[in-house]
């Protein structure tokens, strides 16, 4: 079995990182969180631990991520999170070194992709290679990326949305926007404070995105009860906020994810635009989930959109399915260091 976990695929997202094997498939789904001890400067937890911490730890401890807007902010951080990832997927007795594959947004520059491979191999990898999303997302839900047809795929993370036309197995137009899932929930933060005058945390409004959030108005509203602080009173206080005001709060980064698919689309090729046409628009990632998103990017476009399977899961099934078949792969996807 050994022989099957010398290989990982880690889609190392800006919310969550995941990582896969090869015959095992999803081992592991955890926040990309790392909780730190101010005072001696030690990691003291990651993943699901270290998320509960966030806005609940005293002065000397912080809980942050190391990623922003899907790349590394705080390198040593993020090796240490890499690290523990890795050792927890591989098992115990497992003495080799693993070959890791990174998934990177489409927009990373050089510089940031060395990082990714610099931290993947000190954080005990025998080699890496880095990829770019989109691709991974394409593989992920089955999209046969070699044939010389025009597929378009939008994934949607936490940090940043990548929008790319795949065709003969290279990406022909891309665009990568840092505006996703946590923009969108800062958004939502927003206009509860200008319209409640409440403070709600970032993990509230995630819940609220994902309970009642919606990119399109609906006919049969849904309605959540939010609790957090009154900004007057400096007191706890309960409200009652709607999908169609949801709609309303996170138009504005909609509408950049909406111009995101639209650049990239007048970018490409007629030839490919007939293929997109004909196919509609793939979307994955978690932000993707949101309720209506495909129904909103065909209002704007004109082009059919449809959520992938397993939207969440794509870009590290993409890994692990690169993986398995890597010499046919390592050709087109894998970007020089």
């Avoid at 730890?57 to 690290?83: C, F, K, N, Q, S």
């Avoid at 080699?127 to 010389?148: D, H, M, N, Q, R």
């Avoid at 929008?163 to 197995?169: F, N, R």
């Avoid at 994902?210 to 609790?227: F, N, Q, S, W, Y």
């Amino acid at each position: 079995m050994a022989f099957f976990t010398r290989k990982l695929g880690i889609d190392l997202g800006t919310a969550n990182t995941l990582v896969f094997v090869p015959g095992r498939g999803i081992v592991l789904n955890e926040p990309s969180v790392v909780a730190v001890n101010m005072i001696d400067n030690k990691i003291i937890a990651v993943g699901n631990d270290a998320k509960d911490m966030i806005g609940k730890t005293p002065d000397h401890i912080i809980a942050y991520r190391p990623m922003r807007d899907g790349v590394i902010a705080d390198y040593r951080v993020t090796e240490a999170m890499l690290r523990y990832y890795i050792n927890k997927a591989l098992k115990k007795w497992d003495i080799f070194k693993p070959e890791v594959m990174i998934s990177v947004p489409a927009g990373v520059t050089s510089t940031e992709r060395r990082a990714v491979v610099e931290s993947a191999i000190k954080a005990g990898a025998k080699s890496a290679f880095v990829v770019k999303e989109p691709i991974l997302a394409a593989i992920g839900a089955g999209i046969p990326i070699y044939e010389a047809k025009g597929h378009m795929i939008v994934d949607i993370g936490g940090g940043t949305t990548d929008v790319a036309v795949i065709s003969l197995g290279g990406i022909v137009a891309s665009t990568s926007v840092k505006c996703a899932g946590n923009k969108i929930d800062q958004a939502i933060a927003d206009y509860i404070k200008k319209t409640f005058n409440l403070a709600i945390g970032d993990q509230t409004a995630e819940e609220i995105k994902i309970k009642v959030g919606c990119a399109v108005p609906l006919d049969e509203e849904i309605e959540m009860t939010i609790r957090g602080r009154d900004f007057m009173s400096g007191l706890p206080r309960t409200a009652t906020i709607s999908s169609n005001e949801i709609v309303k709060a996170i138009e504005h980064e909609l509408r950049l994810i909406v111009k995101a698919i639209k650049d990239v689309l007048q970018n490409t090729p007629p030839e490919l635009s007939a293929d997109i046409i004909d196919k509609g628009i793939t979307m994955t990632g978690g932000s993707s989930i949101l309720r209506e998103l495909p129904e909103l990017v065909y209002r704007k476009t004109g082009v059919k959109a449809v959520l992938a399977k397993d939207a969440l899961y794509c870009v590290a099934k993409g890994t692990g399915l690169a993986l398995e078949h890597l010499d046919v792969y390592k050709r087109s996807i894998i970007s020089k260091r």
